[in-house]
């Protein structure tokens, strides 16, 4: 029975505890951040010590966010038919397990397997979090609640690198790399007794059913993609690479196909794909996503194996980003209201000016420090601050209230695979120029080459909605 339906009582004290289920939401949503994105300063001094072919970097990071974004969407409706506190609880167990596992393994192999399991069971956890804070809040609240998401999504983004590369240095107990994987253990083990205080127990809906058919070809279409970019390079781009980015392609339009003619259990509601405002919502936050976390991919690669930084010095060096970052997301909150989606296109360019500022500080030179790159990276990070703190709210507005859920899904997805993108295409790029060329080339090319995708995303800006959701409630 749900008690927190059928029980005032109950229903009161779970309402009363609303700020700590949002607290053990953004708890989860930053472990997920962290691991996504340690790996960028980690990657090269795990390499080092397990070996691997060309592409383990690449590999490191993308096989999380890959497992992730493909079984994110399924890991939504899981929490549909068994109820999103149990697949909650679930996750984060098998997430904290696994963030411990990645800390002992013992080759390249079984470390990328784990990882695919830890992106696994956080598709199970993070889902889950949007229609929990559905439950617990009201409507006026709940936009309170999800503007806290953009400014703990950039500094997990930003942060994580250096917290990793200080704890690389440090070598503490003579773990080195291995200590970055542990970061998660405590935040998931605060969370997780808050958790089982805190959640709702919610509805199942054991007559729903998982569109499995709709998972197969959503994953097989997304690692069809995701494989050759990534193992092109290091086999040199032989016939099968084009081959399967094709096949790859055809699978997606046919998972779009499928699930637009499905009219029961659909893994994404249908209505969502005639969604014009909200699908260019997504295209935003894919090209922004995958720009970014591929250029942050790369700095650090450009630092540890150009420059030969050391992996706290690289991580320090987003510094300037972390401080940008924070700048913008307060001008962001004060100017949202006068500008609506106008400020976003303000962020874009405000990114757009550091990565040509980049591009340009690096042309005609073999070498560059830190200093060098700080102007870039500064106005890199307060256009992305300027972004994420409000990008959500605009592209949920484009969305009804009954399609919130499978909305949030598919935004969260987007997210990763857009990571896994820009790392897959970016790093790529890095590493062919990196082979014959100084490390200077290789960052300058891979920043140029940011432009493509934050111009489309300038344009896709122009089909949101004018302002944000919290404000067209007023």
Known sequence: MDTATTSPSAGAQIYSMRWIVA????????MDLLDATIVNVAGPSIHRDLGGGASTIQWLSATYTLAFAVLLIAGARLGDIFGRRQMFLLGLLGFIGFSAACAVAQDVGMLIAFRALQGGFGALMI???????KEVFDDEELGRATRLFGPSTGLAMLGAPILAGALIDANLWNTGWRLVFLINVPIGLAALPLAIRSLPSGVSHPDLKLDVGGVWLVGLALVAIIYPLIQGQADGWPVWTFALLAVGAVLLYLFVRYERRRSHNALIEPSLFANRMYLSGIAVMLSLFGAFGGLLLCVSLYGQLGEGWSPIHAGLTLTPMVVGLIAGMLVSGML?????????????LFITAGTVTLALMLTGVHSASTWD???????VGAGVGIVLGQLIQFILAAVKMNEVGSAAGVMEASQQLSTSLGVAVLGTIFFAMFKHHPATDALRITSWVCLIPLAAAFIFVFLLPKHAREEEGH
């Open 373 to 379: 790159l700080v102007p870039g990276l500064l106005l």
């Open 127 to 133: 889902p889950q979090g949007f229609g929990l804070l």
């Open 336 to 348: 949202v209201k006068q500008l609506g989606r106008h400020l976003l296109h303000i962020g874009i």
């Open 23 to 30: 607290a053990v939401v953004l708890a989860a949503n930053t």
